[in-house]
């Protein structure tokens, strides 16, 4: 009974790998098939999305492989919507970036990206994209142990749930602020909202003063708490999509 359990998990672990490899290699045929950068570039990012499936790889050499895949089709994905214009395209790169180095614990590559999300993200007034990506630069502040400007940027994202009525946002933001609580080993701290200032009113980023990539290692906050900041410098887009 034991040999065939085993006999019947290689079958699936293999049939898996064929799986695998079958979507692999219709990928990198419609990349080499399209010439169009609008086309190639999403293909790009769902070869990140395959290679980013390194968690699930035990073997060292070809977990090593599959992040540095997933970081090569990343920059690639980038510069074609750098290229083109594609300002949405090139905030899901760099939210791709993060993640991936997120993962490998590089944590100041991970956050300046994060920073480039979010400020495109303010740049388009993607609100759920501020949100999600001031969440991403606390989760990193909070793993670097710099804690108030993780809590900093919580109580933003909690500015905009509350300006977007986003119940769900809301709720996520909370659960973050208790790990951070925890991690601080505060009980039952209160979070005080930005909304909650006299000066609460829903603001909305000026695309003139708002530089396109974000070079500061600070986030940029826009509640009414952080309007003494000093502007960004502006890093030019052509620099960064170079691969």
């Not at 040999?3 to 979507?23: G, M």
């Not at 977990?63 to 990343?74: D, P, R, T, V």
């Not at 100041?108 to 495109?120: D, F, I, T």
């Amino acid at each position: 009974m034991k040999k065939l359990f085993t006999i019947f998990t290689l079958a699936i672990v293999f049939a898996s790998q064929l799986v695998h490899a079958d979507e692999l290699d219709s990928l990198r045929k419609q990349l080499k098939n399209t010439t169009i950068d609008s086309l190639r570039a999403p293909l790009h990012i769902k070869l990140v999305n395959f290679y980013m499936r390194y968690d699930t790889v035990s073997n060292p050499l070809k977990k090593s492989m599959y992040q540095n895949e997933a970081q090569i089709n990343c920059f690639q994905a980038l510069h074609l919507y750098s290229g083109i214009g594609d300002t949405t395209g090139m905030r899901i790169s760099f939210d791709k970036l993060t993640n991936l180095f997120y993962k490998q614990k590089k944590y100041s590559q991970a956050k300046w990206y994060a920073l480039q999300s979010n400020n495109l993200s303010r740049i388009k007034n993607d609100v759920p994209n501020i949100i999600a990506s001031l969440q991403q630069l606390a989760a990193i502040k909070t793993d670097i142990k710099e804690y108030k400007l993780a809590e900093k940027d919580l109580k933003e994202a909690l500015y905009w749930s509350e300006q977007e009525k986003s119940t769900t946002a809301k709720t996520s933001i909370k659960k973050d602020y208790a790990k951070l609580n925890k991690k601080l080993k505060r009980k039952g701290a209160p979070m005080l909202a930005s909304a909650k200032t006299k000066k609460s009113k829903q603001q909305r980023v000026k695309l003139a003063t708002t530089p396109l990539i974000a070079s500061s290692d600070s986030t940029i906050t826009l509640s009414p708490a952080s309007t003494e900041n000093k502007p960004v410098k502006v890093t030019p887009v052509k620099k960064l999509a170079v691969i």
